[in-house]
C-alpha cells in the first residue's frame, strides 16, 4: 500500500457467495452471515447464518449530497464502541459521537485521535474508507454521517468483538510490534535551553535513575518548543550505556532522520501536535513515513509517539490524548479513554503520567500504578513547577513510584507475549470487560468503564480519587484472588470498600492465570532472563503462549521468534506443563532456570519434576539456598508452593505435578489403600489395589531418585508385596497411578523395625 492509505489489505479473501433472487431482495449467502439487498426501495439488511436473526438492517436508503448517511435500526439491549481515542468514552449507546479532530484543551469530550469505525454487540462492525469528518449518532436508530459525496464502507461479521476487531486491523493494518524496550518508562524534556546542553540530560536524568534504583528504558532529551539537540551521537551513546535508548521530539517534521538514526543511533521518533496536529491524511502520512524512517536507517523497529491519529495509525503509533494537568479528573477519564482506544485498534494508547500540567504526589503514584498495566508510557516534564521524574515528589510516592515500576519489569514477557497476540488478532493487551466478558451484560455500558482486563488474567481497578478504599470492582462470574494477599471471592459480586491504601492497586487475578515473569532489572537487557518466573494459579485447564524474540530487530517479521505454550490442568492433580521454546532467534539461550509459584490452600504430599520426586525444604532459607526443589509457604498470599529447577533445554517440554490427591471416588485414600508395616524394615505390602483395573507404582527417595520406576503390580493373597531392603533408612515416597487418578504413600525404612 502506499504511505497515508487507510487500507493497506488491499485484496481481502472471498468465500464462496450464493445469489437467491427473492420477490422482496436478493439473497448474498456466505458460509457465515447472509446479506439480504432488498429491492425497492434499495437498502441492506445483514442476518446471520439462518437467515432468521437480525444483525444490522437499515432504516432506509443511504441518502447523497454533501454528506452521506446511513441509517441502521438499533437493538434495545445493543451496544456500541469504537470511534477511536474519545476522550473519557469507550461505550456510546444513546451517544453521539464526533468523528473529527476536536482537542477541547484536551479534556473530558475532547477527539484526540478519532476513528471512523465502530462496532456492535449485535455481532458486526464499521469501518468508513474515508478521511471526511463525520458523526455517529447510537440512538434508537443510528444515524452515520460523514462529510462527503460518497459511501465506501467495510462491514465485519463477527460475531464477537475480538472477531470484529480481527477483521477491522486486517483491512487497516495491525498494531505495530513494540521493541521489547518500549513498555519500559519513557522520560521526556528539554535539556537545551537555559544554559543547558542536551548532554546534561546524562548527569541530571539518567544517572538518578541508575543511582535511585528506578527502572527506566527510554529519554527524548529535546522535547520543547525550538529545543533542538547538541552532540546527539555522544548523548545516545552515554545514554546507551546506562541501559537507556534514545528518542527525538519534533515540531516541524523529520528532515535530518537518517542522520538521527542512521548515525547518531536515535530509535524512537515523537510528532507534536505543531507538526502533525492538522489530522487526517496529513497526519497519517507524516506519522507512517516517521517509522518507516526508523526503519529504513537500522535493523530496528520503529518507535513513534503521535496524536491526530485515525484509523490505520494504529499500525505504526502509539497515540497519547494530549496535553493535560494531572489532578483526579485526569485519571478518571483516562481509564475508560484508553479502554475507547483498545476497542478501535490500538494496542498503544495512552495519556502523560499525572499530566504535563500542575500534578501531585498521590495522583502521580495512582496514575503511574495502573497504567503499568497497559503496554507503554511516559513522562513529559517542563510545564509543571516540579518535574516529572518518580522521584521528585519525594517520600514516600517516590518508593511507592518504584514498586510499580519494578513490577511492570517484571511483568514484561507477559505484557509483550500480549502485543505480539494484537500484532496477529488486533485484540489489545488493555481490554475492556467487554472483550473478555461479552454475555455478561453488566459489562456492556458504563458501569465497568473504571475497571480492565490487563490481558486475560489481571482485572485492575485504578483508584481515581483522593481515598484509600475503591468501591464498585464489579467481577464477573468465576474465582478471582486478590493479587496482594490471596483472598478469594467469587463473581459475580461487587465490591465495595477495597482496602487500597496508596501504595496499594486494586487488581484481583482470575483463576487459571498463568503468568510469566523476568527477573527484576531496570532496562532491558540489564542481566539475563534467567530465571523465568511462573506465577500459577490453578483453576480447570487453562493456557498462556509465551512470546519471545531478540526484542528490538524486524527479524520477527521472518519468523526469528519462539513461543512455548504453558498449561495448568487439576485433574485429576495440578500439572503445570511448559513446553519447548519452538522456534528460534539471536540471543535464544539453550537452557534456562524456571521459579514456579503455584497458589494452593493445601499442602501438596509430594511435588514431581517430569515424574521425579523433588527435594522438600521446611524452611525457606533452605529453599533460597538449594538450586532444584519445592518448598510450601503457607502463609503466602493464603499458600504457594514454590519450585525451582536446574536449567533446562529450551528444546524440550517439562512438567511439575503435584502428587496430592487423598480420594478415590470420593473416599479417602487411607481407606482404600492400605501400607504395612509402616514402618518397616525393607519388606512391606500394599493392600486395596485389586479394584483398580490398571496399576503402575513408582518408588522415591528423600532426594528424588528412582527406586522403582514404573512398576506393573501383580495382585497376591496377601496384597502386593514390595521391597526395599536394600535401600539406606529413611522416608520413601510411593507414587501410584490408578485407571481412576494418582495418590502418594509414604513409606518409613527403618532397619530396627520388625
Same mark, same amino acid.
Given at each position: 500500500?502506499?504511505?497515508?492509505?487507510?487500507?493497506?489489505?488491499?485484496?481481502?479473501?472471498?468465500? !464462496?457467495?450464493?445469489?437467491?433472487?427473492?420477490?422482496?431482495?436478493?439473497?448474498?449467502? $456466505?458460509? @457465515?452471515?447472509?446479506?439480504?439487498?432488498?429491492?425497492?426501495?434499495?437498502?441492506?439488511?445483514?442476518?446471520?447464518?439462518?437467515?432468521?436473526?437480525?444483525?444490522?438492517?437499515?432504516? %432506509? /436508503?443511504?441518502?447523497?449530497?454533501?454528506? @452521506? *448517511?446511513?441509517?441502521? +435500526?438499533?437493538?434495545?439491549?445493543?451496544?456500541?464502541?469504537?470511534?477511536?481515542?474519545?476522550?473519557?468514552?469507550? $461505550?456510546?449507546?444513546?451517544?453521539?459521537?464526533?468523528?473529527?479532530?476536536?482537542?477541547?484543551?484536551?479534556?473530558?469530550?475532547?477527539?484526540?485521535?478519532?476513528?471512523?469505525?465502530?462496532?456492535?454487540?449485535? %455481532?458486526?462492525?464499521a469501518f468508513r474508507n474515508t478521511f471526511g469528518?463525520?458523526?455517529?449518532?447510537?440512538?434508537?436508530?443510528?444515524?452515520?454521517?460523514?462529510?462527503?459525496?460518497?459511501?465506501?464502507?467495510?462491514?465485519?461479521?463477527?460475531?464477537?468483538?475480538? =472477531?470484529?476487531?480481527?477483521?477491522?486491523?486486517?483491512? @487497516?493494518?495491525?498494531?505495530?510490534?513494540? /521493541?521489547?524496550? %518500549?513498555?519500559?518508562?519513557?522520560?521526556?524534556?528539554?535539556?537545551?535551553?537555559?544554559?543547558?546542553?542536551?548532554?546534561?540530560?546524562?548527569? +541530571?536524568? #539518567?544517572?538518578?535513575?541508575?543511582?535511585?534504583?528506578?527502572?527506566?528504558?527510554?529519554?527524548?532529551?529535546?522535547?520543547?518548543?525550538?529545543?533542538?539537540?547538541?552532540?546527539?551521537?555522544?548523548?545516545?551513546?552515554e545514554l546507551s550505556k546506562k541501559g537507556f535508548r534514545t528518542g527525538l521530539w519534533t515540531e516541524k517534521g523529520t528532515p535530518n532522520i537518517a542522520y538521527e538514526v542512521g548515525t547518531a543511533g536515535t530509535r524512537c521518533v515523537k510528532l507534536d501536535v505543531a507538526y502533525i496536529g492538522s489530522g487526517y491524511k496529513y497526519a497519517l502520512v507524516e506519522g507512517e513515513k516517521a517509522f518507516k524512517g526508523i526503519e529504513n536507517n537500522c535493523s530496528d523497529r520503529g518507535f513513534v509517539w503521535t496524536v491526530a491519529g485515525w484509523a490505520g495509525t494504529q499500525r505504526f503509533a502509539t497515540v497519547w490524548s494530549g496535553d493535560q494537568s494531572g489532578n483526579w479528573e485526569y485519571i478518571r477519564f483516562h481509564i475508560p479513554t484508553v479502554l475507547g482506544s483498545g476497542l478501535s485498534g490500538h494496542n498503544y494508547a495512552t495519556g502523560?503520567?499525572? %499530566?504535563?500540567?500542575?500534578? !501531585?504526589?498521590?495522583?502521580?503514584?495512582?496514575?503511574?500504578?495502573?497504567?503499568?498495566f497497559t503496554p507503554a508510557l511516559m513522562v513529559i516534564s517542563g510545564w509543571a513547577d516540579k518535574g516529572k521524574q518518580p522521584w521528585m515528589r519525594g517520600a514516600p510516592y517516590d518508593a511507592h513510584s518504584q514498586k510499580a515500576l519494578k513490577l511492570k519489569m517484571r511483568l514484561t514477557p507477559y505484557i509483550y507475549s500480549y502485543c505480539h497476540e494484537a500484532t496477529e488478532t488486533g485484540v489489545p493487551m488493555a481490554r475492556a470487560m467487554v472483550l473478555e466478558y461479552p454475555d455478561d451484560p453488566t459489562t456492556w455500558g458504563t458501569q465497568t468503564q473504571y475497571q480492565f482486563m490487563s490481558g486475560e488474567w489481571f482485572l485492575v481497578a485504578p483508584v481515581y480519587e483522593n481515598t484509600t478504599t475503591r468501591k464498585g470492582i464489579y467481577l464477573p462470574k468465576g474465582q478471582w484472588i486478590d493479587y496482594w494477599d490471596g483472598t478469594s471471592y467469587t463473581g459475580p459480586t461487587t465490591l465495595n470498600n477495597y482496602n487500597a491504601p496508596l501504595d496499594k492497586l486494586?487488581?484481583?487475578?482470575?483463576?487459571?492465570?498463568?503468568? /510469566?515473569?523476568?527477573?527484576?532489572?531496570?532496562?532491558?537487557?540489564?542481566?539475563?532472563?534467567?530465571?523465568?518466573?511462573?506465577?500459577?494459579? &490453578?483453576?480447570?485447564?487453562?493456557?498462556?503462549?509465551?512470546? =519471545?524474540?531478540?526484542?528490538? *530487530?524486524?527479524?520477527?517479521?521472518?519468523?526469528?521468534?519462539?513461543? $512455548?505454550?504453558?498449561?495448568?490442568?487439576t485433574s485429576p492433580v495440578v500439572t503445570v506443563?511448559?513446553?519447548?521454546?519452538?522456534?528460534?532467534?539471536?540471543?535464544? &539461550?539453550? !537452557?534456562?532456570?524456571?521459579?514456579?509459584?503455584?497458589? !494452593?490452600?493445601?499442602? &501438596? @504430599?509430594?511435588?514431581?519434576?517430569?515424574?521425579? #520426586?523433588?527435594?522438600?525444604y521446611a524452611s525457606l532459607n533452605a529453599f533460597n539456598a538449594a538450586k532444584e526443589g519445592w518448598y510450601y509457604a503457607a502463609a503466602d498470599k493464603k499458600g504457594i508452593v514454590y519450585v525451582k529447577t536446574n536449567p533446562i533445554s529450551l528444546d524440550k517440554d517439562f512438567e511439575v505435578r503435584f502428587g496430592n490427591i487423598t480420594t478415590i471416588n470420593n473416599i479417602a485414600s487411607e481407606e482404600v489403600i492400605s501400607v504395612y508395616p509402616n514402618p518397616t524394615a525393607g519388606k512391606f505390602y500394599m493392600e486395596g489395589l485389586d479394584q483398580f483395573d490398571a496399576v503402575e507404582l513408582s518408588v522415591y527417595n528423600a532426594i528424588g531418585e528412582v527406586i522403582i520406576s514404573k512398576h506393573a503390580i501383580e495382585k497376591g493373597k496377601e496384597g502386593t508385596q514390595l521391597e526395599l531392603t536394600n535401600q539406606p533408612p529413611g522416608i520413601y515416597l510411593i507414587h501410584v497411578q490408578t485407571s481412576q487418578g494418582v495418590f502418594v504413600k509414604k513409606i518409613v525404612i527403618d532397619q530396627n523395625a520388625n
Open positions: 500500500s502506499d504511505i497515508g492509505d487507510i487500507v493497506v489489505y488491499k485484496q481481502p479473501p472471498m468465500t !464462496s457467495i450464493t445469489v437467491t433472487p427473492t420477490t422482496d431482495y436478493y439473497q448474498l449467502e $456466505s458460509n @457465515t452471515c447472509v446479506l439480504r439487498v432488498y429491492k425497492t426501495p434499495l437498502r441492506f439488511a445483514l442476518y446471520k447464518k439462518d437467515n432468521t436473526t437480525l444483525v444490522f438492517e437499515e432504516s %432506509g /436508503p443511504i441518502t447523497y449530497g454533501t454528506a @452521506t *448517511t446511513q441509517r441502521l +435500526k438499533t437493538g434495545t439491549q445493543e451496544n456500541f464502541y469504537g470511534c477511536g481515542m474519545q476522550n473519557g468514552y469507550f $461505550s456510546h449507546k444513546g451517544k453521539t459521537m464526533k468523528i473529527a479532530i476536536d482537542f477541547q484543551k484536551w479534556g473530558d469530550g475532547a477527539v484526540s485521535n478519532p476513528a471512523p469505525f465502530y462496532m456492535s454487540t449485535a %455481532g458486526y462492525g469528518t463525520g458523526s455517529y449518532n447510537f440512538s434508537t436508530t443510528g444515524i452515520f454521517t460523514h462529510n462527503e459525496k460518497r459511501f465506501d464502507c467495510y462491514y465485519f461479521f463477527g460475531p464477537s468483538l475480538k =472477531e470484529i476487531l480481527n477483521g477491522y486491523t486486517l483491512i @487497516t493494518g495491525r498494531p505495530f510490534m513494540i /521493541p521489547r524496550w %518500549g513498555l519500559e518508562f519513557g522520560d521526556a524534556d528539554c535539556y537545551n535551553k537555559d544554559g543547558e546542553t542536551t548532554p546534561d540530560v546524562i548527569t +541530571k536524568i #539518567a544517572n538518578i535513575y541508575r543511582q535511585k534504583d528506578i527502572p527506566g528504558g527510554w529519554i527524548l532529551p529535546n522535547d520543547g518548543y525550538g529545543c533542538g539537540y547538541q552532540k546527539l551521537d555522544y548523548t545516545v551513546a502523560d503520567v499525572d %499530566g504535563i500540567f500542575d500534578g !501531585s504526589g498521590p495522583t502521580y503514584v495512582r496514575d503511574l500504578q495502573w497504567k503499568c486494586p487488581v484481583l487475578v482470575k483463576a487459571g492465570a498463568i503468568v /510469566p515473569m523476568y527477573p527484576e532489572m531496570l532496562y532491558d537487557g540489564q542481566k539475563p532472563k534467567d530465571p523465568v518466573t511462573l506465577d500459577v494459579y &490453578p483453576s480447570g485447564q487453562t493456557s498462556f503462549t509465551l512470546f =519471545e524474540d531478540d526484542g528490538t *530487530t524486524k527479524e520477527y517479521r521472518n519468523g526469528a521468534f519462539s513461543k $512455548s505454550v504453558i498449561t495448568c490442568t506443563n511448559v513446553g519447548k521454546c519452538a522456534g528460534n532467534y539471536t540471543g535464544k &539461550p539453550a !537452557s534456562r532456570k524456571y521459579e514456579l509459584m503455584i497458589h !494452593s490452600t493445601t499442602k &501438596p @504430599t509430594v511435588v514431581f519434576l517430569d515424574n521425579v #520426586a523433588m527435594t522438600e
